[in-house]
């Protein structure tokens, strides 16, 4: 599920079935479900209202998991996509903060659904795992996975973000590897 409708509509261009709503907001129409995950979205689930919902559809031993990535560019090319960011979306996060400011930022995000999934009352004690892995792009992959970005990029300076980042990865040979760390707090669902 998706509260932006455009996303919806990307997703299932892959074949993805989709509904629009916020995960609080959404009926389940008596479905039941072996797992949740939400992947980079559950800052704008209210922590505990999303945990309790979560309970709600899950099956007795169902399992929550929600996680987060933060990449980082090859030295070099993390500064050229910033000073993009700066010049296009100055108000961005990427603008903002810097590499240890965005693992703060995780660790943050991960305590607080922890904490929400521990206030629902209906979960084993969370657990928090942390994954590092890389994934090397071409340039029209990273300005495709780019445009996944939702609401946080505005329509009116996509182009201008494109191109920038496209010319930054072109002056770096046309490809690059990212190296991720993914942020995971799971919990299983008490019977």
Request: charged share 25%; with cysteine; aromatic share 10%.
């Amino acid at each position: 599920m998706d509260p932006d409708a455009r996303l919806a509509e990307f997703a299932r261009h892959s074949g993805v079935e989709v509904e629009v709503s916020t995960f609080e907001a959404w009926e389940a129409a008596g479905r039941t479900f072996d797992a949740v995950v939400s992947g980079e979205s559950w800052h704008w689930v209210d922590p505990v209202a999303g945990a309790a919902k979560a309970a709600e559809v899950l099956r007795p031993g169902g399992r929550l998991a929600v996680f987060w990535n933060t990449g980082q560019p090859p030295a070099g090319l993390d500064e050229a996509f910033a000073e993009v960011y700066r010049r296009v979306l100055p108000e961005s996060l990427v603008s903002r903060l810097g590499r240890r400011s965005i693992d703060e930022a995780h660790s943050a995000m991960c305590a607080k659904a922890a904490d929400g999934i521990r206030a629902s009352g209906a979960f084993d004690e969370p657990e928090q795992w942390r994954f590092e892995w890389a994934q090397s792009y071409m340039r029209e992959e990273w300005l495709d996975a780019l445009q996944t970005s939702g609401g946080a990029i505005p329509e009116s300076q996509l182009a201008n973000l494109l191109e920038g980042v496209g010319d930054a990865i072109d002056s770096r040979g046309g490809s690059f590897t990212m190296d991720y760390v993914t942020f995971v707090v799971t919990a299983g669902r008490r019977a």
